[in-house]
Structures are given as structure tokens and as C-alpha cells.
């Protein structure tokens, strides 16, 4: 389902985290492999799959998103950075948060763990075996542990 009207931030139309520090941060950007890997930490990735839900439906927004980031890592030489389960999971974590209207700093901000608490996050989801599977890393894995309610 995807959510209609996000307002996100922009500067001349074209959508971005924060004007003044990742300028660079755009779909457009993204998918032509040219944002800056420096500036691509785990907040980025979670900018741009929250970007992908407010313009496509779930499906497409993780094909999408998906493809976009084997193109960077691949333009990169970094191959062995990619990893489908962490990439699925977290856009339908995304996807499951996400409301309509909300602005990207609002969304952030109720949403904490996703960026800062990823690692706990994950172990509520995934043993360590399971998550660093060469299996997991090829292809999305249901997770293995069932969280507390």
C-alpha cells in the first residue's frame, strides 16, 4: 500500500534528508549510483527506503531499492556489502511505520530504533546465525525469533 503525499523536504522540487548536510540524498541520485559512499551511513539508507514508500507501492519501492543498491555497491567494488535480508527487512519495518503526511524528521524521531538501535532491533528478529548466513546475504530470510509481544 503505498502512502500517499508525503511531504518531504526539497530544494527545487527535488527531495532531500537535509539541504545542508546530504545534499546528495535523492532518488534520482541514488538510482544514477552517485551519492557520495561517505555519506551513505545507515540514517541514508533508511532516508532513501523511506523515499521509495512514499512514491511506490511496496513491492516496486523494494525492487527498486534493491536494484538501486546493488548498482551502488557494484559501482563501488564493494559487492560483499550488499545484503537482501537486512535491505527487505528493514524497508518492511519502514513500510509498517510509515504515515501519511508525516515529514521525514517526525518519522525519524518516533522511529529511533531503526536507526540507532539497529542492532538490538535485529537481534529481536534474527539469531546471529541465521542474520549472517551466506543464505540471508543472498536472498531475504523470514526472521528466526519471534520478538516478545
Given at each position: 500500500?503505498?502512502?500517499?503525499?508525503?511531504?518531504?523536504?526539497?530544494?527545487?522540487?527535488?527531495?532531500?534528508?537535509?539541504?545542508?548536510?546530504?545534499?546528495?540524498?535523492?532518488?534520482e541520485?541514488?538510482?544514477?549510483?552517485?551519492?557520495?559512499?561517505?555519506?551513505?551511513?545507515?540514517?541514508?539508507?533508511?532516508?532513501?527506503?523511506?523515499?521509495?514508500?512514499?512514491?511506490?507501492?511496496?513491492?516496486?519501492?523494494?525492487?527498486?531499492?534493491?536494484?538501486?543498491?546493488?548498482?551502488?555497491?557494484?559501482?563501488?567494488?564493494?559487492?560483499?556489502?550488499?545484503?537482501?535480508?537486512?535491505?527487505?527487512?528493514?524497508?518492511?519495518?519502514?513500510?509498517?511505520?510509515?504515515?501519511?503526511?508525516?515529514p521525514?524528521?517526525?518519522?525519524?524521531?518516533?522511529?529511533?530504533?531503526?536507526?540507532?538501535?539497529?542492532?538490538?532491533?535485529?537481534?529481536?528478529?534474527?539469531?546471529?546465525?541465521?542474520?549472517?548466513?551466506?543464505?540471508?546475504?543472498?536472498?531475504?530470510?523470514?526472521?528466526n525469533?519471534?520478538?516478545?509481544?
Amino acid at each position: 500500500m503505498r502512502i500517499e503525499r508525503l511531504r518531504q523536504p526539497s530544494i527545487g522540487g527535488i527531495k532531500v534528508l537535509n539541504a545542508l548536510a546530504n545534499p546528495d540524498i535523492t532518488l534520482e541520485n541514488f538510482e544514477a549510483s552517485e551519492i557520495d559512499p561517505d555519506r551513505f551511513d545507515h540514517e541514508a539508507h533508511v532516508y532513501v527506503g523511506w523515499l521509495y514508500l512514499g512514491e511506490y507501492e511496496l513491492p516496486e519501492a523494494i525492487a527498486r531499492f534493491d536494484a538501486g543498491l546493488k548498482r551502488l555497491v557494484a559501482k563501488l567494488g564493494a559487492e560483499t556489502k550488499y545484503h537482501a535480508t537486512l535491505t527487505w527487512f528493514f524497508l518492511l519495518l519502514i513500510a509498517e511505520r510509515i504515515e501519511a503526511d508525516e515529514p521525514w524528521q517526525v518519522f525519524r524521531h518516533r522511529n529511533d530504533d531503526l536507526i540507532g538501535g539497529s542492532k538490538k532491533l535485529l537481534s529481536r528478529y534474527y539469531s546471529e546465525e541465521c542474520l549472517f548466513s551466506d543464505r540471508a546475504r543472498e536472498r531475504f530470510v523470514l526472521p528466526n525469533n519471534i520478538p516478545n509481544a
